[in-house]
T-cell receptor
Framework: DAGVIQSPRHEVTEMGQEVTLRCKPISGHNSLFWYRQTMMRGLELLIYFNNNVPIDDSGMPEDRFSAKMPNASFSTLKIQPSEPRDSAVYFC???????????FGPGTRLLVL | GENVEQHPSTLSVQEGDSAVIKCTYSDSASNYFPWYKQELGKRPQLIIDIRSNVGEKKDQRIAVTLNKTAKHFSLHITETQPEDSAVYFCSSSGSARQLTFGSGTQLTVLP
């Protein structure tokens, strides 16, 4: 099993640019979570999907952030336009149906200049 | 919503000593409490978890205790080794299966 896959692993961009982060959950997992990690705020849940449907997006900071899950094996988190304060590590995690253990991907380290 | 508080934020112990990290939660409906270890530059990884129907669970040098009445749970690491140095996160999950994380504890095991 390849585990949760995220791409890119590192992203450096300039303020105002669009950023798209990608996640492939573990095959067979039906829930997917996007987190943001910073020193100041720790691990924050941004949004999670159940069976490809967004369930709770109350953690999404503002309208500049959007997330989609077009199918069971792919999700994107988009920031448009990006700002320096968006610099963080973004993790994706997935869980198996009926289970609660979340498996994290390796993360995307985003730096917005 | 759920609020999880974790203490201490940093902890240094001598190799071979024990380490204890404590967390409290606010939502009485929470019933699942996993602990994650995150090494520098790596992803959080589950090391042990406990459900609300048990008071203690042990896995080799790691144990977790839960007091539902007081709404607190703790991680105990015995015979600490340098490779235990990492950031440890407690978390709790209620019926929505969302995890709320504590702020993390930086554990340093001194050789």
């Amino acid at each position: 099993d390849a585990g949760v896959i995220q791409s890119p692993r590192h992203e450096v961009t300039e303020m105002g640019q669009e950023v798209t982060l990608r996640c492939k959950p573990i095959s067979g997992h039906n829930s997917l979570f996007w987190y943001r990690q910073t020193m100041m705020r720790g691990l924050e849940l941004l949004i999670y999907f159940n069976n490809n449907v967004p369930i709770d997006d109350s953690g999404m900071p503002e309208d500049r952030f959007s997330a989609k899950m077009p199918n069971a094996s792919f999700s994107t988190l988009k920031i448009q336009p990006s700002e320096p304060r968006d610099s963080a590590v973004y993790f994706c995690a997935s869980t198996l149906r009926g289970q609660e253990t979340q498996y994290f991907g390796p993360g995307t380290r985003l730096l917005v200049l | 919503g759920e609020n999880v508080e974790q203490h201490p934020s940093t902890l240094s112990v001598q190799e071979g000593d024990s380490a204890v990290i404590k967390c409290t939660y606010s939502d009485s409906a929470s019933n699942y409490f996993p602990w994650y270890k995150q090494e520098l530059g790596k992803r959080p990884q589950l090391i042990i978890d406990i459900r609300s129907n048990v008071g203690e669970k042990k896995d080799q040098r790691i144990a977790v205790t839960l007091n539902k009445t007081a709404k607190h749970f703790s991680l105990h690491i015995t015979e600490t080794q340098p490779e235990d140095s990492a950031v440890y996160f407690c978390s709790s999950s209620g019926s929505a299966r969302q995890l709320t994380f504590g702020s993390g504890t930086q554990l340093t095991v001194l050789p």
